[in-house]
């Protein structure tokens, strides 16, 4: 394979904590991965050159929360909570009908539309979960579905109990049993909505510690819509990542902070529900790794924007420029316990985006703008 120089770097954001930022840089890929960064003209040359004319390059963004095996529409539910409604979760259920109906050829369309959109806003890696299916089949065949798109999928059966299930007992039992044996096979990782009206800390637990012994591994919806135990339950079950975040007690920060769970925050679903944002700067305070994600589904978060969510966590979260870019890059990798990604430091995958602008500081100074000019994928060009 030939190896190429992406040359006269404006600047290069490596994630690299000893190097983090490299003014007038160059960067050489080989066989996919990062082979050398450093100043411009002190590079040791590659077969290929790329001008990358003064512009700012950072890692591919790595979307460590999205719900994107789904069918139907949710735009009246927008509408009538932009008009005062709140947002409860309970339009899961109307996901869930119109999942259930589509095709699997319809999912993995309407999947590949969205991850084509989110790779031509810089997404490089994204985590897809199950969770509108809920009986054993519709759940296997999402998860299959996302397989095809990523390997960082995540079985979410406990996203709500369905309407047709006797009990959340009785529906607990299904999850830990039959639809986990189904789905295994097909995840990386187990998640569930620990939330008032979906699952208490109890059948969490219980599903959690389920999908690790079928060898997944934990993540966590966590204190979303209310002050809840999901949090708490993340630090005690060693989760990588609890994600949501918005309501924490002081006990909840410092349980993440020992436990080394990553905070995964994701402020399109604030936006979206017209919700109080979490507060990131109290967060990094206290020592917590925090990650950026869009959440991307149809019910609370319907964006597939990473740069969205980097210009709303600086307007609205107290989170710098720099520190939002290093959640949307490095702390995903962190919040999918991933080295390969979310940095560009010698070794890695080379996926990479070159901004049309001097510095990542514009993806929040200029919000809404479509500031992605290329991306990279293991060194060869995809946008
Ligand atoms: O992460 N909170 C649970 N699940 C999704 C929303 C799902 C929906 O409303 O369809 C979330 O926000
Ligand atoms: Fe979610």
């Known amino acids: 394979m030939t190896s190429t120089l992406f040359d006269r770097i404006g600047l290069l954001y490596t994630g690299d904590p ?24 002190d590079d040791p040359g590659a ?20 719900h994107l095996v789904f069918a139907g529409d949710r735009t009246a539910e927008f509408t009538a909570r932009m008009s005062g409604e709140r947002y409860t979760a309970g339009g899961i259920r109307t996901t869930v009908e119109a999942t259930r109906a589509a095709t699997v050829a319809e999912l993995a369309a309407r999947t590949a539309a969205l991850v084509a959109e989110m790779l031509a806003q810089g997404t ?12 054993v089949e519709d759940e296997r065949r999402c998860l299959e579905v996302a ?18 299930a006797a009990s959340a007992d009785d529906y607990v039992r299904t999850v830990t049993g039959e639809m986990l044996r189904a ?17 208490d800390a109890d059948q969490s637990r219980e599903i959690l510690t389920a999908g690790v012994k079928a060898g997944l591994l934990p993540r966590v919806h966590a204190n979303q819509l209310g002050h809840g135990p999901g949090a708490m339950l993340a630090a005690e079950l060693g989760a990588a990542s609890a994600d ?16 080394g769970v990553v905070a995964t925050l994701l402020p399109g679903a604030e936006f979206s529900t017209r919700s109080p944002y979490p507060d990131a700067r109290r967060l990094l305070k206290a020592g917590v790794t925090v990650a950026l994600a869009t959440d991307c589904n149809p019910g609370s ?31 995903g990798a962190a919040a999918l316990r991933r080295t390969d990604v979310g940095t560009l430091t010698p070794g890695a995958r080379a996926d990479l985006v070159i901004l049309d602008a001097p510095s990542y500081v514009h993806l929040a100074y200029r919000p809404g703008v479509p500031l992605v000019l290329q991306v990279w994928r293991q060194g060869r060009r995809v946008v």
Not at 50 to 64: M, N, Q, W
């Open 18 to 41: 000893a190097r983090e930022e490299i003014p007038g840089a160059a960067l050489v890929v080989e066989d996919g991965r990062v082979a050398w960064t450093g100043r411009a003209g």
């Open 47 to 66: 077969d290929e050159r790329v001008d990358a004319g003064g512009r700012c390059v950072i890692p591919g963004f790595v979307d460590s929360h999205a």
């Open 124 to 135: 490089t890696t994204v985590e897809i979960k199950s969770g509108y299916g809920l009986t």
């Open 147 to 164: 397989r095809g798109f990523t390997e960082e999928t995540t079985f979410l059966g406990a996203h709500v109990v369905p309407a047709e």
């Open 183 to 199: 789905c295994a096979p097909h995840a990386r990782w187990v998640d569930v909505f620990c939330e008032r009206g979906a699952f």
């Open 244 to 259: 949501h975040c918005t309501h924490l007690s002081d006990a909840d920060v410092d349980a993440l902070a020992s436990a």
């Open 301 to 331: 978060s319907f964006t597939s924007s990473m740069p969205f969510c980097v210009a709303l966590a600086v307007r609205e979260m107290g989170m710098t420029p720099l520190e939002a870019v290093r959640a949307a890059t490095r702390g």
